[in-house]
C-alpha cells in the first residue's frame, strides 16, 4: 500500500462528522470525488488532498447545502478568478433557501391562524376546519382557497379583544424544561415580534437568569447602544429598583441600526465611554452590531466586568459574528442567534426581566 495513503475506512475516520464509506462511494458516483487510485489488492487510496475535499463537503452539507450545488462550488478552482462565480453560487443557493423559508411560512402563517385561535373564536372554526380538510395547506392552490374561508371565521374577532396567553400555548414549543422565569422571557420575545420561530433563536448562558436579578436587586447600572432602546426601556420599573440608565450613542436623531453604526465608529467619545461603564452593569445592545463586537473586545481584554450583556443587534454578517463571539465570552448572556434582532427584542427581554424580578421576587425556579 501506498505510504501516506489512506483507506476508505482512515479517510470516514479522518473527516468525521458521521460520514461512512457508503456515503463516499455515493460522493464518487454524483462527481464530487474524483475517483482514488486503487492500490494492487484493489483497494480505494485517498491522499490528503481528497480529506480536504472530503472536509469541505461534509462542512457545507451541513450548512445546509445540496449537493448539486456542492458540486459548482467545488468546481471552482481556487488559484483562479473565481469570486463573482463563487458568489453567484452561493447567491443560487441562498435564493433557494429563502424560496422554500417563504412557502413554509406561508404555511406555517395558515396554521398559526387557525390554532391561535382562542375559545371565543372556536364557534366558528369548527365549521371552518371540516371545509379545510379538504385543502392542502402547502400547495399554492390550497392557500388560495384558504382566503376564501377566512372572512367566516375572521367574523368573530369582532367580538372580543386577543387572549395572547392563550394562543401562545398552542403556538409554543415544548418549554417545560425551561425555568418559569425563562418561559415568560421567550414568550414576551414572541410576542414582540410575531414570530413563534425566533424560540429556536434565542439563547440564554447558564446563570444568566441569576446573575439579572441579582444585578438588578444590586440598583445596577443599565447601558444600551442608542436612544431608541432607551426609550422602550420600563422606566418606571427601573425607577422602583434604583436602576439608572446611561446612553453610549447619545444622539437622538440616530434611530436605525445603519446610522448607529456608523455613528459609533465616526465618534470616539462613545467607543471610549463604552470602556467606562460600572462593572456589574447590565449591557443592552439592540441595533449596532460593532458595539456588541467592542463590548467583546473590551470584556476579553478585562476592560469591562458587565453582569449580563443582552445582545441583539440587526445584521448579516458583523451581528452573527459579533453574537458567535459574546457566546464565547465566559459572562452571562441572553442572544439572539443569526440576523434576528433589533432595539425592540432587547428592550423587551430587559424588561421581562424587571418585571419577573419584581413581580416574583423570591421565585427561585431558575436555580434548578
Known sequence: MNAGCLTIKELTDAVGGG???????HYHQLGLLPQ???SRSNYRLYTKTDVLRLQRIV????QGFQLNHIRNILEVEPEADTTVNLMGQLQQQYRAVMQQISQLRQTASALEGLLGRDRHCQIMQAEVLAQLKLLDVETQAGLGGLDNLWSGLDAEIHNHSEAFTESLQRLLPDLSHRSEIEQHLISQLVLACGDVS???FVKLSRGAIAASREALSSSCQIVVDTQTVAAALDKTRLSHLGCQIETLIDNPHITTATEAELAFW???????KLQQVSQGCVLVVGYAPSVLLEVCEAI???KIQPALVIGMPIGFSHAPAAKRQLMQQGIPYITVEGTLGGGALAATALNALVESLIDKPDCHCYLK
Open 19 to 25: 460520514l461512512t464509506p457508503r456515503m463516499v462511494r
Open 36 to 38: 482514488p487510485v486503487r
Open 59 to 62: 462542512a457545507l452539507k451541513q
Open 300 to 302: 476579553a481584554k478585562q
Open 198 to 200: 425566533l424560540v429556536s
Open 266 to 272: 465616526q465618534h470616539r467619545e462613545w467607543r471610549e
